[in-house]
């Protein structure tokens, strides 16, 4: 009788919030929750489709892609797919118009450019890894841990690519 009550008081539900949700999973339930409320059915698709997305990265093998990348993936899947389109013979305008409407509804839920990180605070960040780890320059097996430490410090505020580049740019110097 004691396990059953310990065991309901430990339940969670799908509206109670979670400390582990990352922010932009939660803005788009909210905003999913707005969209039924609002019946605006097109928007209603994407933001469920977007969800749907995330949660099939979430149990994918190893550690589940940022929610940032799967987004931006889902992005440029719908342009691709209105240029697809667009380019088809005969020209399907109808479904590239729904596709890059899909993509601009999902846009607003990436990251403003603001929000991305300015070069000279990543080159920044890069130096003061390199001065924990106590490196002159990054060669070799070093550039990888480099990377991730300073992926660790950054989050999403700064890309993959981004990042190699800098720890390129910084640790040949």
Known sequence: MIQRRVASQ??????????TVHPLTASLRAALKQSML???????????????DLQNASHQAGSP??????LALSISRRVD???TFRSSSPPRTDLADQYEREAEILREFGPKKAEMMAPEQLDEIVREVMK??????????DTGRV?????????????????ADAVKRVGSA
């Open 81 to 83: 797919a209105a240029q």
């Open 38 to 52: 609002a019946r605006t059915t097109e928007r209603t698709a994407v933001i469920k489709s977007i969800l749907a």
């Open 65 to 70: 892609p940022s929610p940032f990348k799967t």
């Open 132 to 141: 924990i780890c106590e490196l002159e320059k990054v060669e070799g097996k």
């Open 10 to 19: 430990l339940r969670t539900y799908a509206t109670s919030p979670s400390a």
């Open 147 to 163: 990377i991730k430490l300073v992926r660790e410090r950054t989050g999403d505020r700064a890309e993959g690519k981004d990042v």
